[in-house]
């Protein structure tokens, strides 16, 4: 991660304190869906920033972001919070793709390197279809953000609104760096 973007770790750290830190301060104007999403979703950016591109570490950060993408939307259908809850939810899954893909990218790099010794074959096509999901995802988070807090009628005001819009430019930031650095 260091190598295209150096300040990323550093970033990533950044992106997640201040989602969590909006995220408590917002209180129960966030459901306990959406609070344990951004939990988990900062924590996988720490352990991103703090740990790189290792490929068990990417697997399992992806299955934990995908179960709490689950959990982020159970019981919030029908409510006003649902569509922060869904797009919390979407950016755990793209963070989860991200993981698969620098699990994937780290297994084709040991792979790249049994290849030069003859002994097995390459993962490029995955990689591939997993590095157009990423950007294209990153736009669609980036975009639905600005829609969401600037075009559409929000469904709090004041003190919370700012938190939850502070919360979600973190989450978007997050995700472009923790996705496009790796």
Do not use: K, N, Y
Not at 56 to 77: H, I, K, N, Y
């Amino acid at each position: 991660m260091d190598d295209l973007v150096p300040a990323a770790p550093w970033l990533l750290v950044g992106a997640a304190v201040v989602a969590v830190v909006a995220s408590l301060i917002a209180g129960r104007s966030v459901p306990w869906q959406g609070r344990q999403a951004v939990m988990i979703m900062a924590a996988a950016m720490v352990a991103t920033a703090l740990v790189g591109d290792v490929a068990m570490v990417g697997l399992v950060l992806g299955a934990v972001l995908l179960l709490s993408a689950m959990l982020g939307t159970v019981g919030v259908r029908g409510t006003p919070a649902a569509g922060e809850c869904f797009r919390r939810a979407l950016i755990a899954v793209l963070l989860a793709v991200c993981s698969f893909e620098g699990a994937a990218t780290g297994a084709a790099t040991g792979v790249a390197a049994e290849a030069s010794t003859g002994v097995h074959g390459g993962h490029g096509g995955l990689s591939g279809l997993l590095s157009v999901l990423i950007v294209a995802g990153v736009i669609g988070v980036v975009l639905w953000t600005v829609v969401a807090d600037w075009i559409v009628e929000p469904i709090h005001h004041g003190r919370t609104a700012r938190l939850i819009a502070v919360e979600s430019w973190a989450l978007a930031a997050g995700a472009a760096v923790m996705c496009l650095a790796t």
